[in-house]
C-alpha cells in the first residue's frame, strides 16, 4: 500500500472538523469599545515600562486582559480588627504602625529572620517574614501598614507569620483605606496602590465598552449581574455582597464559554469520518491475555471494553485513560495497540523522556513479541543508522508499533498506515506536540493517559471533549508503601537502615535534592552525592547514578544494572518519576522533599512497592511553611492517588497540578478556581448542552452574541487546544 502523507495542521489554527465560531456584527463599535482590545500600554497610568511588568508577569497584555484580572481578595477596611482583640488562628486584617524591626540570622546558614513590631494603642503584633530582606528596607519605624494573615498567639505574643503586607500613607485617597479595597497579585515594581489607580482609571475609560451577551434567562435562573456592573463590583465593591456576586457572575460566563468550546470540538471529532478500518483481532487479543502471567482487575477489563468499543466504531477515538500509580495503565495501552496492530494498521506511543520511552519499548516488546508484532523504539539519542532503521520500519509498515519521544512528530517521521495514537503522561506536551503525532495519520484513535488522577467531576469537565476512562483498582501482589518524614538530623541513621535493606537483598533509590535552575545543575548535583555516599557510607555497596543528562547508552546500561541487581542503589533526579518498574526496589529515599509537589512526590514513592515485598518511602524534609507541611503529611497519611491529587488541588490549584498552563492554547483560565467553583462548572456545563442541543452553530439571532463572546475569547483554538494544565 503507498505511504500515506498527512498535510500538516493549518496554519492558522482552525480545526479541520471545526469550523470556527462565526463572529456576528455587534454595536462594540465606541471608543471605549474599541479602546478594549488595545495595549495595556495605553492605558492611563501605565506606560512602556509598567506594561513590561503587567505582561511578563501577570500575563495582562490588553486593557480587556487587565478588567479580568481580578483581585486575589478584597479586604474590608472599613472595619478593621484591633490587635488586641485578633483571634488565634484566625485569618485577620490590623493596620497600624511600625515602631521596631530587626533582621537577624539563626545559625541554619542562608536564612534571614525578619520581625517587624506593630502597634495601633491596643495591643504589639510582631510580623515575621523568612529570608526577604529587602521588607526591612520598606518597613522602617513610623511607617503605616496593614497586615493580613494568620494569628498565632504563643507565649504571651501576637504574631503573624510572612503576612501580606501594604504600606500607607496619611490622608490617603479613599481607594485605598476606608472602604472595600482589592488586593491584586503581588509583584515587585507593581505595588496595590499602583494596581487600585490603573484599575480605576481603566474602568472609568473603558467599562463603557463592555456589551452583554449573557442572555437574560441565564442571569435571571442564577442570580447574576450584568456585565459592567459586575466588573465595576469585582474590582471595587460596596459590600462583600457585591463582590461575591460580581464574582460569580464572571466565573460563571468563563466556564460556559469554557464548556461550550469543549462540548462543539467533542461534537466536531464525533462526526469526523475514521480514517481507516481494522480488521478483526479479537482471537489475538484474546490469546494476549491469555498468555499474560496474572489475571487483569475488573477495572482493567472494564477500561479495556470501552477502549476497543471505541475503536470499533465509525468515528475516532478520543478518551483519556487516567489510573493511580501502578493500576495497570500500560498492559491497557497494549491490548489497545495490539488490536490496531493485529487489524492491520501501526500505533505510536509518545512518551515525555527517553527514560520512559525507554521502559515503555522493552515493556511493550516483551508483551507483544509474542504476538508476532515488532516494536521499534525512535528516540533523539539514537545512532544515525538506528535511527534510519527506525524511520524506515515506521514508513514502510515493518513496525507495528512505533514508541518515542517528541522525536516522533519530527518533520522527517512517517508512518505507512497510522491507525492509534497514545500519549503517555499527556500533560508533559504542548499541545502543537499532541496535535503534530495527530496529524501523521488520517483522523486516528487518540488515548491519552495519565498517572495524575483528579476528581471524576472535575475530569468530565475539564476534559469535556473526551471521554474518560478511570483505573481505580491496583492488581493484586502489589505490596503496601509505608512513608515515614524524618528531619535532615536523621539522615545518618536512615542512611544506615538503606544498608541493612540493601544487605537483606534489597534495592534503593535516593533522590537528590531538587535545583529547578538547570539540568546541568541538577545532573550534576546527582553525580556528586552518589559520589559521596559510594565514598563514604556506601563504601561497600554497588552505588549507581541516572540523571537526564546522560547519554542514551549511559542511561541504558544504568537501568540494566538496575533491573538486573548489580545496582544496589541508585541516586538519580526526577526522571525515575515515572516509568522505573524494579520489583526488588523496595526503599525510596527523597532528600529535600519538602522542595517537590506533592503529586511528584507520589509519583517518585510509586517507583517502590511493586514487588512482594514491603516497602517504605523516607522523606527527608523540615518544612517551613504551612504548605510544605500539609504536603509531607498528607503522603504520610495515605497512598491513594486520588486523595493525593484532591489534596494537591486545594493547595496548588488545576494548573500547576496538570502541567504548564499556558501548553492548552487559549491561556490560564482567568476568573474561575476549578475546585473552589465545582458548582458552578456543573451549572455552566448543563447550560452549554442545553443551548447547543437546541442550536448546535449558536446561529440563533438571541445566540449570536454568545456567538461572538466565544470567539472573542477562544479565537484560533483548536480541539487539542483544549486544556486547562
Known amino acids: 500500500m503507498a505511504n500515506i502523507r498527512r498535510d500538516p495542521p493549518p496554519r492558522d489554527g482552525a480545526p479541520r472538523a471545526l469550523a470556527a465560531v462565526p463572529v456576528r456584527p455587534c454595536d462594540d463599535t465606541g471608543p471605549a469599545a474599541a479602546g478594549l482590545t488595545s495595549a495595556v500600554q495605553y492605558a492611563r497610568g501605565v506606560g512602556p515600562a509598567r506594561a513590561r511588568l503587567l505582561e511578563d508577569r501577570l500575563g495582562i497584555a490588553t486593557v480587556s486582559d487587565l478588567l479580568y484580572r481580578l483581585p486575589r481578595r478584597v479586604e474590608d477596611r472599613s472595619r478593621l480588627r484591633r490587635i488586641y482583640d485578633v483571634a488565634h488562628g484566625a485569618l485577620e486584617t490590623v493596620q497600624g504602625t511600625v515602631v521596631r524591626i530587626r533582621q537577624f540570622r539563626p545559625r541554619r546558614r542562608r536564612l534571614v529572620i525578619i520581625k517587624a513590631a506593630v502597634t495601633d494603642g491596643s495591643g504589639i503584633l510582631h510580623a515575621v517574614w523568612y529570608n526577604q530582606p529587602y521588607i526591612a528596607r520598606q518597613l522602617t519605624p513610623g511607617t503605616r501598614v496593614v497586615l493580613h494573615g494568620r494569628v498565632q498567639r504563643q507565649a504571651g505574643?501576637?504574631?503573624?507569620?510572612?503576612?501580606?503586607?501594604?504600606?500607607?500613607?496619611?490622608?490617603?485617597?479613599?481607594?485605598?483605606?476606608?472602604?472595600?479595597?482589592?488586593?491584586?497579585?503581588?509583584?515587585?515594581?507593581?505595588?496595590?496602590?499602583?494596581?487600585?489607580?490603573?484599575?480605576?482609571?481603566?474602568?472609568?475609560?473603558?467599562?463603557?465598552?463592555?456589551?452583554?451577551?449573557?442572555?437574560?434567562?441565564?442571569?435571571?435562573?442564577?442570580?447574576?449581574?450584568?456585565?459592567?456592573?459586575?466588573?465595576?463590583?469585582?474590582?471595587?465593591?460596596?459590600?462583600?455582597?457585591?463582590?461575591?456576586?460580581?464574582?460569580?457572575?464572571?466565573?460563571?460566563?468563563?466556564?460556559?464559554?469554557?464548556?461550550?468550546?469543549?462540548?462543539?470540538?467533542?461534537?466536531?471529532?464525533?462526526?469526523s469520518p475514521r480514517g481507516l478500518r481494522y480488521g478483526d483481532a479479537r482471537e489475538l487479543v484474546a490469546r494476549f491475555h491469555g498468555a499474560l502471567p496474572y489475571t487483569l482487575t475488573g477495572a482493567q477489563y472494564r477500561?479495556?471494553?470501552?477502549?476497543?468499543?471505541?475503536?470499533?466504531?465509525?468515528?475516532?477515538?478520543?478518551?483519556?485513560?487516567?489510573?493511580?500509580?501502578?493500576?495497570?495503565?500500560?498492559?491497557?495501552?497494549?491490548?489497545a495497540l495490539l488490536r490496531c496492530a493485529g487489524g492491520g494498521a501501526q500505533g505510536a506511543l509518545m512518551a515525555p523522556t527517553e527514560i520512559l520511552a525507554g521502559q515503555h519499548y522493552l515493556t511493550l516488546r516483551n508483551l507483544l513479541a509474542p504476538m508476532g508484532l515488532t516494536v521499534t523504539l525512535l528516540v533523539g539519542g539514537l545512532s544515525r543508522?538506528?535511527?534510519?532503521?527506525?524511520?524506515?520500519?515506521?514508513?514502510?509498515?515493518?513496525?507495528?508499533?512505533?514508541?518515542?519521544?517528541?522525536?516522533?512528530?519530527?518533520?522527517?517521521?512517517?508512518?505507512?498506515?497510522?491507525?492509534?495514537?497514545?500519549?503517555?503522561?499527556?500533560?508533559?506536551?504542548?499541545?502543537?506536540?499532541?496535535?503534530?503525532?495527530?496529524?501523521?495519520?488520517?483522523?486516528?484513535?487518540?488515548?491519552?493517559?495519565?498517572?495524575?488522577?483528579?476528581?471524576?467531576?472535575?475530569?468530565?469537565?475539564?476534559?469535556?471533549?473526551?471521554?474518560?476512562?478511570?483505573?481505580?483498582?491496583?492488581?493484586?501482589?502489589?505490596?503496601?508503601?509505608?512513608?515515614?518524614?524524618?528531619?535532615?538530623?536523621?539522615?545518618?541513621?536512615?542512611?544506615?537502615?538503606?544498608?541493612?535493606?540493601?544487605?537483606?537483598?534489597?534495592?534503593?533509590?535516593?533522590?537528590?535534592?531538587?535545583?529547578?535552575?538547570?539540568?546541568?545543575?541538577?545532573?550534576?548535583?546527582?553525580?556528586?552525592?552518589?559520589?559521596?555516599?559510594?565514598?563514604?557510607?556506601?563504601?561497600?555497596?554497588?552505588?549507581?547514578?541516572?540523571?537526564?543528562?546522560?547519554?542514551?547508552?549511559?542511561?541504558?546500561?544504568?537501568?540494566?544494572?538496575?533491573?538486573?541487581?548489580?545496582?544496589?542503589?541508585?541516586?538519580?533526579?526526577?526522571?525515575i518519576e515515572v516509568g522505573i518498574d524494579v520489583p526488588n526496589a523496595t526503599v525510596m529515599v527523597i532528600e529535600d522533599a519538602d522542595r517537590f509537589g506533592l503529586s511528584q512526590l507520589h509519583q517518585l514513592r510509586g517507583r517502590v512497592g511493586r514487588g512482594a515485598q514491603p516497602s517504605r518511602c523516607i522523606l527527608i524534609g523540615e518544612p517551613r511553611t504551612e504548605e510544605g507541611q500539609a504536603r509531607l503529611a498528607a503522603m504520610e497519611a495515605t497512598t491513594d492517588g486520588f486523595r493525593i491529587a484532591q489534596k494537591d488541588l486545594e493547595l496548588r490549584g488545576v494548573g500547576e497540578l496538570l502541567g504548564h498552563r499556558r501548553q492548552h492554547g487559549f491561556g490560564e483560565l482567568r476568573v474561575a478556581d476549578l475546585l473552589r467553583d465545582r458548582e458552578w462548572l456543573e451549572r455552566a456545563r448543563r447550560d452549554a448542552a442545553d443551548l447547543l442541543e437546541g442550536d448546535p452553530d449558536l446561529e440563533r439571532a438571541e445566540h449570536r452574541p454568545i456567538a461572538a463572546a466565544l470567539h472573542a475569547r477562544f479565537a484560533g483554538a483548536r480541539p487539542e487546544n483544549a486544556r486547562v494544565g
Open 303 to 335: 477500561v479495556i471494553t470501552e477502549i476497543l468499543r471505541d475503536m470499533d466504531r465509525p468515528h475516532p477515538m478520543n478518551r483519556l485513560l487516567q489510573g493511580d500509580v501502578g493500576s495497570g495503565k500500560t498492559v491497557v495501552a497494549a491490548t
Open 385 to 575: 543508522a538506528a535511527r534510519d532503521e527506525a524511520l524506515g520500519a515506521a514508513r514502510e509498515g515493518r513496525a507495528d508499533v512505533v514508541v518515542g519521544t517528541h522525536a516522533l512528530i519530527e518533520g522527517g517521521v512517517e508512518f505507512h498506515r497510522l491507525g492509534l495514537v497514545v500519549v503517555d503522561e499527556q500533560h508533559r506536551f504542548g499541545v502543537s506536540q499532541r496535535a503534530a503525532l495527530r496529524y501523521k495519520g488520517e483522523h486516528p484513535d487518540v488515548l491519552v493517559m495519565t498517572a495524575t488522577p483528579i476528581p471524576r467531576t472535575l475530569a468530565l469537565s475539564l476534559y469535556g471533549d473526551l471521554d474518560v476512562s478511570i483505573l481505580d483498582e491496583l492488581p493484586p501482589g502489589r505490596s503496601p508503601i509505608q512513608t515515614y518524614v524524618r528531619a535532615p538530623a536523621q539522615r545518618p541513621r536512615i542512611y544506615q537502615w538503606v544498608r541493612g535493606e540493601v544487605a537483606a537483598g534489597r534495592q534503593a533509590y535516593i533522590v537528590c535534592p531538587l535545583i529547578e535552575e538547570s539540568d546541568k545543575l541538577q545532573a550534576e548535583a546527582a553525580t556528586a552525592l552518589a559520589t559521596r555516599l559510594a565514598e563514604s557510607v556506601f563504601r561497600d555497596v554497588r552505588v549507581g547514578v541516572l540523571h537526564g543528562r546522560m547519554r542514551v547508552d549511559e542511561r541504558d546500561r544504568a537501568m540494566r544494572a538496575l533491573r538486573e541487581g548489580e545496582t544496589q542503589v541508585l541516586v538519580a533526579t526526577t526522571v
Open 157 to 271: 505574643e501576637i504574631q503573624m507569620a510572612a503576612p501580606e503586607f501594604e504600606a500607607i500613607e496619611e490622608g490617603e485617597e479613599s481607594l485605598h483605606v476606608g472602604r472595600i479595597v482589592p488586593v491584586y497579585p503581588g509583584t515587585e515594581g507593581l505595588s496595590q496602590r499602583v494596581m487600585r489607580s490603573i484599575v480605576a482609571r481603566a474602568l472609568d475609560d473603558h467599562a463603557g465598552g463592555l456589551r452583554e451577551w449573557l442572555p437574560a434567562e441565564l442571569r435571571d435562573r442564577h442570580r447574576l449581574p450584568e456585565l459592567r456592573r459586575a466588573i465595576r463590583q469585582a474590582h471595587f465593591p460596596e459590600t462583600l455582597e457585591e463582590y461575591r456576586a460580581a464574582r460569580n457572575r464572571l466565573v460563571y460566563e468563563e466556564l460556559l464559554l469554557l464548556q461550550l468550546l469543549l462540548l462543539r470540538q467533542k461534537a466536531a471529532r464525533a462526526a
